[in-house]
């Protein structure tokens, strides 16, 4: 079950986010994503866990549900990149994919998917 998308009326500003189809390509090609777009933006999730998205952030950037400890050393190391976005408890990455090669946008993107992922998906992934 990889890549689906469900389509609901996007915003117009939700209409094309930075580096959408690269990622968007990415995202669709890890097992059990599906994307949705709905009036808020454009989120990649398993099931309901979202893993990445795109329209909550008020300058543009994606947000990513990336692993802790990745994200505090991306937010020391590359703050013109990487804020932190607290919704609650939970700690996401604000990412400014623009300063990203393709390379390291699918390894955080994956990195991302991972978080939510289940064994039996991640080992789907591997076996690819």
Known sequence: MTGKTKKTKPSP??????????????????????????????????????????????????????????QMMLFDTRPETFTPMRAGRLLWSFV???NLDAAELKDLLVAAWRVVASKKLQAAYDRS
Do not use: C
């Open 13 to 70: 500003e939700a209409a094309k986010p930075p580096k959408y189809a690269l990622l968007r390509k990415i995202a669709l090609s890890l097992p059990g994503t599906q994307e949705v777009v709905d009036r808020h933006g454009h989120w990649f999730n398993i099931g309901s866990k979202t893993f990445a998205l795109h329209g909550w952030s008020p300058n543009g950037q994606w947000i990513f549900k990336l692993p802790m400890a990745q």
């Open 96 to 98: 400014a994919v623009e």
